[in-house]
């Protein structure tokens, strides 16, 4: 297949390339061209502004691909603007994220709202309810032109500008012998990068039973679904794992809530969870995720190889927490 990815090079989009690429499919990359991408296995067409993506509507048609997956969209507007460039024969795939349940929401407020685990048909933030309403606005565009959207659980691994677990890790790197945390009882959903890319192959060549030729399978147009990991660890599980990826013997010292450092917060008592359920795409297209262990030690490795710069020296709050 010829896929066009929009918004390749950064982590999630640069983990489909290169998962597509493996798979043998001819990828096409369309980026603002602000990042390293030699190394992509794609050919590349520069866009500087997703805003002049109509202009380039003819070189697309020519490149004629059978799917496209819109990674970069921040809002309703960026998904009209790339479905105007798209011809209307290619399958498409939104990215979008589980931030766009009103639990996530619930979760910043204070409130506990919603029934877990959370599935395709949880109820979703209300308009104007924190910046991830212009997912549903992306989501709301692609899924009329019979597109498929993946909402994503908190994905981590290798490019992962987020950093997800350097809550712990900053600690490790600056050798801290004792780590504060809360009871550390807070569901969240992850997903390992690569296991997102697996979901958007599997999406766009499914065909479903019975269905022949090039037809994008009934079974995914049209179609929400989340994308996670199918067991997830309360979070002082997490950060013991992370710690023993990093061989680290740090200790994790219970605190109360109120002594937490603020990036170690989510170690304390929250009023949500945010436990998300896969199991229609498990269902539909048998997505599924991979060896949780060896997929977070291979995040702990990269995340350590590749500190943020400048890192954060300042632990003065951990140490009043553990006075």
């Given at each position: ?43 590349h ?48 795939v ?44 992306v989501?709301a ?6 597109g ?9 691994g ?79 599980a ?86």
């Amino acid at each position: 297949m010829r896929v066009l990815v929009l918004g390749g090079t950064r982590f999630v989009g640069r983990g489909i390339v290169a998962r597509l690429a493996a798979a043998g499919h001819e990828v096409r990359c369309v980026h603002r061209g602000t990042r390293s991408h030699d190394d992509l296995p794609a050919t590349h067409l520069l866009v500087r502004d997703r805003r002049e993506l109509p202009v380039h509507r003819d070189a697309i048609a020519a490149f004629a691909p059978d799917a496209v997956v819109d990674v970069s969209n921040s809002g309703g507007e960026d998904a009209e603007t790339a479905l105007e460039a798209i011809p209307d024969a290619a399958r498409l795939v939104a990215i979008s994220s589980c931030d766009t349940y009103r639990a996530f929401a619930s979760l910043h407020g204070g409130r506990q709202t919603d029934a877990l685990p959370l599935t395709e048909t949880s109820p979703v933030r209300e308009p104007g309810d924190g910046p991830q309403w212009g997912n549903l606005d992306v989501e709301a565009r692609y899924l009329a032109r019979g597109g498929t959207v993946l909402r994503l659980g908190a994905v981590y691994g290798q490019g992962d500008y987020q950093r997800r677990f350097d809550f712990v890790l900053r600690r490790v790197r600056a050798g801290r012998a004792r780590i504060p945390v809360g009871s550390g009882t807070f569901l969240f959903s992850h997903v390992d990068v690569a296991d997102v890319a697996e979901a958007v192959r599997l999406v766009i060549t499914d065909r479903g039973a019975g269905v022949e030729g090039g037809e994008w399978s009934a079974r995914v147009e049209g179609q929400v679904f989340n994308v996670a990991e199918s067991a997830t660890w309360p979070y002082r599980a997490r950060a013991e794992r992370v710690l023993a990826a990093a061989g680290s013997a740090a200790a994790l010292v219970q605190v109360d809530d109120e002594r937490l450092p603020a990036d170690l917060a989510i170690t304390g008592t929250l009023s949500q969870h945010l436990l998300v359920s896969s199991a229609k795409l498990r269902e539909v297209v048998g997505w599924r995720d991979g060896d949780a262990e060896a997929a977070l030690a291979k995040a702990v490795e990269w995340y350590q190889q590749h500190p943020p710069e400048p890192e954060d020296a300042d632990f003065s709050a951990d140490d009043a927490a553990l006075a």
